[in-house]
């Protein structure tokens, strides 16, 4: 008997991560293709709003992100080794999930989503993410030198998520000469995914020989082809002296007064610079006539469990914001522990209100946005500066808006 099925597009290792886990649990997850772009029907919207896939459906309960699904099947064998056998040991398996989520898999999409034609390509972001991946893969890498597991003597929830993380850049991004510093990493890569129930579900795979590159679109050079015979010129059109209506503009915020504030210039200091210098640089530029500073709060922090979690409601938030990419910059915080946790941040926003490209966002409605008044500069700075570096006292993850 099936436990539910796993909704999503074809050979997404964020669904072997379940397929592995049922694997070793003795379950059974049926696997059903999705095509998030015809089949999202308002039922859908209504079992998982985030709208985001793999999706899990079951007689329990309908579940979204990966490895929440992934800690549900494995809880189905009863004390599973899996998920630790020792309070500590819990703990060490969701550190590394943490981990293995918000150090490798975020810094991965930040590089091949743009190659993939999902995101729009800015060269100095990808190439942030792919220093950040770098950092993590040496941090990864020093903790293997005397490990064959992530945690204790055998296979754990942890390696799970870590490896079907790293299946992507091994496959697409990290060629030979990129993984050379990484040798533990490979090494403990190649152990798992030659384990039975890895390659049951992975098969024999295929490290990257030539990484994914970016392609610019081709630019049509090809020059018109002459008439042999030239056409008599037609006949000039009668004098229309009524004007021509002006275009109409994608945004109201299109039609404020030029500013002195150049957002795109703002987002590079920000990711090519140490947050001092990039602080320094914006309160030189920033033009409050032109922008705005709010500090937006979540409503119910009560309510929040999970450190990633709440991070991923962050994500969810930002995702919906796609439209104010061009008007607005964030950075939003997780701070405190699971169960115990808050979500807050700093918003940077063209013009003097929240605009449609904002409010519209189905979540926004769970955020309070307040202003910050130029005459509060002054007292906000260094706050606004922790939000922006990450140092907020109890700081737990977080994420940009740029």
Partial sequence: MSLGVIKSYPENPNVYKVQIAAAYSGVKVDFQSFDIMKERDEAFWQRFPFGKVPVFEGKEANLFESSAITLYVLAQQKDSPLLGKTPLEQAEIQQWVLFSEN??????????????????????????????????????????ESKTYLVGEDVTYADIVMVCSLVRPFNLLCD???????????????TLVNKPHFKSVIG?????????????????????????????APPPPPADDTPKPTPKPKSALDLLPKS???????????????TDVAMKWFWEHFDPQGWSIWKATYKYNDELTLVFMSNNLIGGFFARLERARKYAFASMVVTGTNNNNAISGYFIIRGQEVPYEIYDAADYDSYEFVKVEPSQ?????????????????GFADGKIFK
Wanted: aromatic share 14%; proline share 5%.
């Fill in 103 to 144: 150090e490798i898999s975020q810094h991965v999409s930040g590089w091949v989503a743009p190659l993939l034609g999902y995101a729009q390509y800015i060269k100095p972001n990808v190439e942030s993410s792919i220093q950040k991946l770098q950092r993590s893969l040496s941090a990864l890498n020093k903790s293997l």
């Fill in 176 to 190: 030979k000469e990129f993984r050379a510093p990484y040798k533990n990493v490979i090494r403990y890569f190649n």
């Fill in 204 to 232: 024999d795979f295929k490290y990257c020989e030539k990484a994914l590159k970016n392609v610019p679109p081709k630019q049509d050079n090809k020059k018109e082809e002459k008439p042999k015979k030239k056409a008599a």
């Fill in 260 to 274: 002195s504030f150049v957002l795109d210039d703002w987002k590079r200091t920000y990711s090519n610079n140490d």
């Fill in 377 to 393: 500069y002054e007292e906000k700075k260094d706050e606004i500066y922790k939000y922006m570096a990450w140092e907020v006292d």
